[in-house]
């Protein structure tokens, strides 16, 4: 199985993290972009997979968390979060989760209202060693019906 993580809104520049990079979801593996039109099926945002620059998903940004949390419980100082805080700041929506042979695993994602909830929440499922599985919407107009409500 595999992590992934899409982000929606515009593409940003990626070349500190190299070697992942952003790919327009119609690029990647057929299996996310069912998914991207779910999500997005009114907007018309453009779709990206953050991928790893190795394997067409997003698993090494997400090991480098977990062994980085492992370590020092510190998630902050990973590419994936300074990737993910650059894009929350362009005001692009992100969504990691782990593909688990459930073609509907993307909805298991917690719905998070600010960058500090999505870092809380990661961090909290990291320490009860489970997937991270989160979700950081761009706007109030993005589809939410799908999503589990924090608690």
């Known amino acids: 199985m595999s992590y992934f993580m899409l982000t929606f809104g515009e593409k940003i520049d990626m070349s500190k993290f190299s ?3 952003l790919v327009q979801v119609s690029e990647a593996q057929a299996y996310l972009q069912p998914i991207a039109q779910a999500i997005y099926s009114d907007i018309k945002l453009p779709a990206y997979l ?3 620059g190795e394997n067409q998903t997003s698993d090494l940004l997400i090991d480098e968390v977990e062994d980085l949390y492992a370590q020092t419980c510190d998630l902050k100082s990973s590419a994936l979060f300074r990737v993910i805080e650059q894009l ?4 692009n929506a992100i ?3 782990w593909a688990n042979n459930d ?3 993307y909805q298991n994602a917690h719905k998070c209202i600010s960058l500090e909830m999505l870092f809380e929440f990661a961090t909290e499922q990291l320490r ?10 761009p706007n109030p107009s993005f589809k939410r019906d ?3 409500p924090a608690p």
């Open 19 to 21: 070697p992942a990079k």
């Open 50 to 52: 953050v991928d790893d």
């Open 88 to 91: 929350a700041a362009n005001g």
């Open 95 to 97: 969504l990691i989760w």
């Open 103 to 105: 073609l509907l695993a």
């Open 128 to 137: 009860s060693n489970r997937a991270i599985q989160v979700f950081l919407p």
């Open 146 to 148: 799908w999503l589990k």
